[in-house]
């Protein structure tokens, strides 16, 4: 299932870079238990990989990530690594400026804010702040994020213009659709990425999924290094993408 050919000499064409690269961070917990560390330390080292991948991603031309941060599902994770997490995100949200200094980044966070704390939604407010005039990446942190919530919450706002007349059922289109997804800003999500292992979705980008190509790899996220991101480019490049085409 893994795409581990070498690719030798080969070389990113400039003209096909996948627009938007959505991104599941996994395997930070058995990153850290291989070294015996605590489930936090593999989401530190997780976060600095995402900031290595954003910066080599920006420099090529991606114009967008979105980075799976927290699922709505990862409440029912321990106190303790709920807690480090949300810890790592206020820290990494807090100190934008340090954090990609260079990178001309416009941090996004997407997902349902309502239950977070007071003090990681001001930090949110700070970091859109901070970042919005920036001309670079656009990096979307998905936070307590669902795919499947993500289309609700959409629904419930087609229902509501709808109802007050601002939109009639012919212009519940996809496109329209789309316009409601916390992706509205950002092109169409070109390849999705999870390493670690897994073969799943969980909850990830459903609707902006439909036509990404995927990229599966062993390594957990902490070791995922900017070759590995080549390498998933270069295989992106290869396929043959129809559309539903032939
Ligand atoms: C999944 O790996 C990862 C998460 C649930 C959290 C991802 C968060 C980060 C990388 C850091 C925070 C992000 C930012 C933007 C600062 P896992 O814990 O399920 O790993 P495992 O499957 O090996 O246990």
């Known amino acids: 299932m893994f795409f581990k050919k070498k690719q030798a000499n080969a070389t990113i064409d400039p003209n096909n870079i996948p627009a938007h690269i959505g991104i599941i961070m996994d395997g930070n917990g058995r990153w850290a238990a291989k070294r015996g ?60 400026e340090e954090q990609f200094a260079g990178t001309n980044v416009i941090l996004k966070v997407i997902g349902d804010r309502t239950p977070l704390s007071d003090k990681i939604k001001d930090a949110i407010l700070y970091a859109e702040e901070y970042t919005k005039d920036n001309t670079g990446i656009v990096l979307n942190v998905a936070l307590n994020y669902g795919g499947r919530a993500e289309i609700v919450e959409a629904t419930k706002l087609a229902v509501a213009n709808f109802k007050n007349g601002s939109v009639t059922e012919e212009d519940i289109t996809e496109d329209y659709m789309s316009s409601l997804m916390y992706t509205k800003d950002v092109p169409e999500v070109d390849l999705i990425i999870r390493p670690s292992g897994e073969l799943r979705l969980s909850n990830f980008l459903l609707w902006q999924a439909a036509y990404a190509e995927f990229w599966f790899d062993d390594i957990n996220w902490p070791d995922f290094s900017e070759k590995d991101m080549e390498r998933a480019i270069l295989a992106y490049q290869k396929r043959n993408r129809r559309f539903g085409k032939v």
Request: charged share 25%; with cysteine; net charge positive.
């Open 37 to 96: 560390l605590p489930r936090s330390a593999g989401h530190r080292a997780g976060a600095e990989t995402l900031k290595r991948i954003v910066k080599y991603c920006n420099k090529i031309g991606v114009k967008s990530i979105t980075a799976y941060a927290f699922s709505t599902e990862n409440w029912n994770r321990p106190q303790k690594e709920v807690d480090a997490l949300m810890e790592l995100l206020y820290t990494y949200l807090q100190q934008v």
